[in-house]
């Protein structure tokens, strides 16, 4: 496993399609982010100033990596989560499906490595990394800030976007 940077954590609040997923060459796809649609979607989340209200429920280890599974306390969010089905509209890209609120902690670079583990030293590991995340966040909300737009240029680095500057 990859531990990630902290800088890179984040939860993913809506999945736009990916330069790479759309097939699109790099001269389609910039041309894509210089469209005024990124500027629109930013002044809205801005607006919506959404916060997800989500606490610690377990640590997950596959052979793609570590994450921290979360739940949603909807009791108290403070604001309502803007539509996913409106956000992939405004992107102009067809709707991803949603995801678990998480955030990964280590991406797997040897998937064959992984799956050669015994599954019980896996589980060790999994059950001693769940057991400090729980410490960490001792059945409190987990801390985050207001849901923005980035831009990633790979797995490692999500970077809050204005929606204009390249």
């Known amino acids: ?19 790479y997923k759309l097939r699109l060459d790099d001269a389609t796809w910039a041309a894509r982010l210089r469209e005024s649609r990124w500027a629109v979607m930013v002044r809205e989340l801005e607006e919506a100033a959404f916060v997800p209200a989500v606490r610690f429920s377990h640590v997950s280890v596959w052979d793609g ?3 921290v599974e979360l739940e949603a306390d909807e009791s108290k969010s ?13 992107a102009g890209f067809p709707e991803e499906p949603q995801y678990t609120w998480h955030f990964t902690l280590a991406y797997c670079v ?12 896996i589980e060790a590991d999994r059950a001693a990394i769940n057991a400090a995340v729980a410490a960490a966040f ?22 809050p976007w204005d929606g204009v500057t390249l």
């Open 78 to 90: 403070t604001r309502k989560q803007p539509s996913h089905t409106h956000l992939a509209e405004l």
């Open 138 to 159: 001792r059945g409190d909300l987990v801390p985050l800030e207001p849901a923005r737009l980035c831009r990633c240029e790979d797995m490692t680095a999500f970077t």
């Open 1 to 19: 496993m990859s531990p990630l940077p902290p800088a890179s954590y984040h939860i993913t609040v809506q999945t736009i399609a990916s330069q």
């Open 110 to 121: 040897d998937r064959g490595a992984f799956n050669a583990c015994e599954p019980a030293a």
């Open 65 to 67: 990596g570590v994450s």
